[in-house]
């Protein structure tokens, strides 16, 4: 019975136990899984657009072998993402129309402009470094196909996070022009790092049922003042200013306080209203369009091969 199977997937939730795609579980279960890994997979391949936008300006042939293959990867988590919503019984063409028709989040964080070359770098660093800090968790998630592919996503991102720093340091031993290009991308993109990890905890209407599910393991909150306390001696090692005036350690808490962040700036951003929210959705919307023929051509090859095993 229904109840029965609710009591065994219970048990098997408070065990720290593993969901598998086959097995019963309930429908607002499933229902958060696919929001979820859906808005991860979408922000992985609105992701690709900010820094693609510098792969053909990288300043040197490492550099953009180095960005090409960081934006290949950030397609790929897309690709295992979508793949394990759709163990979860939603289809790939169901989730893109959700991210084309404006219906279905991805990540804030992509939707500012990177305007200079110190903003890969940047992205690279901070970004990523809080995306790994966020996933890190995923990989103990309760739904397997979710927790199996955050594990190479986060190799991956770790690539990602060092060459962003790396990219970084470089600069840092450059020009005074240079040093501050990398001041003004830290400026720009630090506190819409923070925010990245989502509204507060008593303002996060998902979290005290993800954390039941096993979904969620680490508060927003919490996920963010480790994020912070982690990027602290990283940006002193670099030799850039946190932009945070109330930014210092908190002995008592050994942990570091840090200033106000703008929620209302963040929910316009996340409601459509950001700097580059039309433009992101405008490249994607235009990437499914110019790939219909591929899609058609596929299709039509398919057609072919299964008529010649038929004759
Ligand atoms: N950007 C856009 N929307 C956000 C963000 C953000 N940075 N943070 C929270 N939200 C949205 C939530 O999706 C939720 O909206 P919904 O109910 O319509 O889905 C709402 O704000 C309230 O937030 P929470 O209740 O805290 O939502 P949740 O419990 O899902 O936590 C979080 C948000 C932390 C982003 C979680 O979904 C998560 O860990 N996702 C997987 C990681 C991920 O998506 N990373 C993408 C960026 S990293 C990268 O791609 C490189």
């Not at 959700?98 to 990177?114: E, V």
């Not at 630090?190 to 979904?215: E, H, T, V, Y």
């Amino acid at each position: 019975s229904e109840q029965a199977l609710q009591a065994q997937f219970d048990e098997r939730i408070d065990a720290d136990g593993r969901i598998e795609p086959r097995e019963w579980m309930p429908e607002a279960y499933r229902k958060t899984l696919v929001r979820q890994i859906s808005q991860h997979a979408h922000s992985e391949i609105v992701g690709m657009l900010p820094e693609g936008n510098w792969i053909s300006r990288a300043p040197s042939l490492k550099r953009k072998a180095i960005l090409i293959a960081k934006v290949q990867d950030e397609g790929g988590h897309g690709l295992y993402l979508y793949s394990a919503a759709e163990t979860l019984g939603t289809s790939r063409d169901q989730m893109l129309d959700a991210l084309h028709t404006g219906k279905a989040k991805y990540s804030s964080i992509f939707n500012y402009p990177t305007l200079n070359w110190a903003d890969v770098g940047v992205v690279g660093w901070l970004v990523d470094g809080a995306a790994i800090m966020n996933q890190i968790p995923l990989c103990r998630c309760s739904y397997g196909p979710y927790a199996r592919a955050m594990v190479r996503v986060c190799k991956e991102e770790s690539f990602h996070q060092r060459q962003g720093y790396e990219a970084l340091l470089v600069m840092m031993q450059g020009t005074a022009e240079q040093k501050a290009m990398v001041q003004d991308a830290v400026n720009r993109w630090w506190w819409k790092c923070l925010a990245m990890f989502g509204p507060p905890d008593a303002d996060s209407s998902n979290s005290a049922q993800g954390m039941r599910w096993g979904i969620k393991r680490i508060s927003n909150d919490d996920l963010r003042q480790k994020f912070v306390d982690a990027t602290v001696p990283q940006a002193k090692v670099l030799g850039v200013t946190l932009p945070d005036p109330d930014l210092k350690w908190n002995e008592e808490r050994q942990a570091h306080d840090y200033g106000q962040i703008d929620w209302d700036e963040f929910w316009a951003t996340v409601n459509g209203n950001g700097p580059c929210n039309k433009e992101r959705l405008g490249a994607r919307v235009k990437a499914w369009a110019d790939g219909a023929w591929v899609r058609e051509a596929a299709v039509a090859h398919a057609q072919k091969q299964q008529a010649r095993q038929l004759k």
